[in-house]
């Protein structure tokens, strides 16, 4: 049921998060990953904007992987099991959508440290 109060659609969405959080091991594994660069973002000091960059890499990331589980959800309702070749599409699709979110970051991460490098 759609809702028109603010404050209960941003409870749904923060239930979301911690639904994901809870039942996917991947999107732990980029929070352990996103802690990890934020630390090594503050340790060493990098710029501003490197840091901005580093921080929408993260969140895309973790917004393809909410897509991502939100997608094989309701491939497999739809499903109930079934095997199909769009239903494997789509699955295939949402986590290629992820993968390539990741590589972005990787690549952000690797030309902030190697700006951090470059610096001292």
């Known amino acids: 049921m759609k809702t028109n109060n603010w404050i209960e659609s941003f409870r749904h969405a923060i239930n979301g998060i911690r639904s994901t959080a809870r039942r996917e091991r991947n999107f732990r594994i980029h929070i352990f990953f996103a802690f990890f660069a934020v630390a090594a973002c503050i340790?060493?000091?990098?710029?501003?904007?490197?840091?901005?960059?580093?921080?929408?890499?993260?969140?895309?990331?973790?917004?393809?992987?909410?897509?991502?589980?939100?997608?094989e959800a309701l491939v497999d309702m739809y499903c109930r099991g079934k095997q199909h070749p769009l239903a494997k599409l789509a699955k295939d699709a949402a986590a290629g959508a992820v993968l390539l979110a990741s590589i972005q970051a990787v690549i952000v991460g690797a030309w902030v440290a190697i700006s951090v490098i470059r610096a001292n």
């Open 43 to 71: 340790v060493f000091r990098v710029e501003a904007i490197h840091f901005i960059m580093v921080g929408f890499s993260i969140f895309f990331v973790m917004g393809m992987e909410l897509v991502n589980t939100a997608v």
